[in-house]
């Protein structure tokens, strides 16, 4: 329950942990919190909620392979099924540093909230798992993503994956709205997408006038069956100066999301999207909402490519 492989501040700039075997769970102290009506977050830690958002969390702790001002790093090279458990900054997070999370291989489960799995604010992370049928769970940037010039990248070698973030209609419906959400929830902003800054729609609701351009986030899954679910802003999506790009390079695999996704540019940014082979499906399961497959909007650029199988659309 500690938060290893994570540097606390610049007087600790390197923290690596290195584990060589077994079942391992690496996960925190939780404290009671409740829980929002989509059932998606995670219990809280000592830094609690927002009292009148409890969506929202505060946590402030970064683990299990995560840079703050420095250098965090955690390998674990056993071939057994683990566990990560975290809230945000862990799991591959660089916020004006670095951070790398590898697995070497087992069936694994990665579950946080924001911000991890492979993301990146002024900083790099990456997540590399190299074997395993694993599962990646959690609710908005993550799975590589990329905010301010940042870096963020998700790699999968081999397994039958499963990717999942939160898949609500935020971007286009209110309606479905958690009551007094956050602003940087309203997408999934996940699976290989990278944003940047407009001061004129700021999602952090500070009134600065600063623009700053986007980062790049890629998600690259190299071998088995896959699944792939998110809401908007996902999937190969670049927004403001911003490179999202989700690869696929075999499988058969299946693609849920519903705007702006499947290889989607938003307001000068660049959305690439590619599937090399196999029987794929897309937008099967969710009600999808267009500004999607190869979508550009606002001087951006968009590319979507499927290069073999008998797919459905």
Same mark, same amino acid.
């Given at each position: ?122 900083? %790099? =992370? @990456?997540?590399? $798992?190299?074997? !395993? /049928? &694993? #599962? ?6 993550? +799975? *590589? ?70 980062? %790049? =986030? @890629?998600?690259? $899954?190299?071998? !088995? /069956? &896959? #699944? ?6 996902? +999937? *190969? ?71 073999? =199988?008998?797919?459905?659309?």
């Amino acid at each position: 329950e500690i938060p290893i492989g994570a540097n606390i501040s610049i007087n600790n700039p390197v923290s690596v942990a290195i584990d060589l075997g077994g079942k391992d769970s690496y996960g925190y102290r939780k404290f009671p919190v409740r829980e929002d009506s989509a059932g998606e977050r995670v219990s809280s830690d000592k830094y609690g909620r927002n009292r009148y958002k409890p969506q929202v969390t505060y946590s402030e702790q970064f683990r299990q392979g995560a840079g703050n001002l420095g250098i965090g790093m955690l390998y674990d090279f056993g071939n057994d099924s683990d566990t990560y458990q975290s809230l945000r900054f862990s799991q591959g997070y660089g916020m004006l540093g670095i951070g790398v999370l590898y697995d070497h291989g087992g069936n694994d489960t990665y579950i946080a909230e924001a911000g991890a799995q492979g993301a990146g604010l002024l900083g %790099m =992370g @990456i997540l590399y $798992d190299n074997n !395993g /049928d &694993d #599962t990646y769970k959690g609710y908005s940037i993550m +799975q *590589g993503a990329a905010q301010v010039k940042g870096i963020g990248i998700l790699l999968d070698v081999k397994g039958n994956d499963i990717y999942h973030t939160h898949t609500g209609d935020l971007y286009q419906d209110p309606r479905t709205w958690l009551e007094q959400d956050d602003p940087l929830y309203i997408g999934s902003l996940s699976q290989g997408s990278a944003w940047g800054r407009r001061a004129d729609q700021p999602f952090d609701d500070i009134e600065n006038g600063i623009f700053l351009s986007g980062g %790049m =986030g @890629i998600l690259s $899954d190299l071998e !088995g /069956d &896959d #699944t792939y679910s998110c809401g908007a802003f996902c +999937q *190969g999506c670049g927004y403001w100066f911003g490179l999202g790009f989700l690869h696929d390079d075999s499988g058969n695999d299946s693609y849920d999301s519903r705007v702006y996704n499947v290889g989607a540019g938003a307001h000068f940014g660049m959305g690439i999207f590619s599937d090399n082979a196999g029987d794929d499906l897309y937008f099967q399961n969710l009600d999808q909402k267009g500004l999607s497959v190869g979508y550009s909007h606002d001087l951006s650029f968009a590319w979507m490519q499927d290069l073999g =199988g008998n797919d459905r659309y």
